[in-house]
């Protein structure tokens, strides 16, 4: 408020940043999920391209939550409804 932000637009120039690290952070989700998910279709019986289809669904589902949560909570602190708790 000191610089003449309202108390949303001070939250969000704080947690802006943060949230774009959190969902660059994505590029590394991929080195265990999906191996596993190709490997476990081939295992069960499915076909390469099955296996493929099945991890690009796996990686989008991933990355549509974590932008789903990084959205929400950003809205919440900005809007004031999330706050650290006050130490007594």
């Known amino acids: 408020m000191a610089l003449g932000f309202v108390p949303r637009e001070a939250a969000l120039e704080v947690c802006r940043p943060v949230a774009g690290q959190a969902l660059d952070k994505t590029r590394t989700v991929g080195l265990v999920t999906l191996p596993g998910a190709f490997v476990g279709v081939l295992l069960g019986g499915g076909s390469a391209v099955q296996a493929g289809a099945t991890q690009l669904l796996?990686?989008?589902?991933?990355?549509?939550?974590?932008?789903?949560?990084?959205?929400?909570?950003?809205?919440?602190?900005?809007?004031?409804?999330?706050?650290?708790?006050?130490?007594p």
């Open 58 to 87: 796996v990686l989008i589902a991933l990355l549509a939550a974590e932008a789903i949560v990084v959205g929400l909570t950003l809205e919440l602190v900005a809007g004031g409804m999330l706050r650290r708790p006050v130490a």
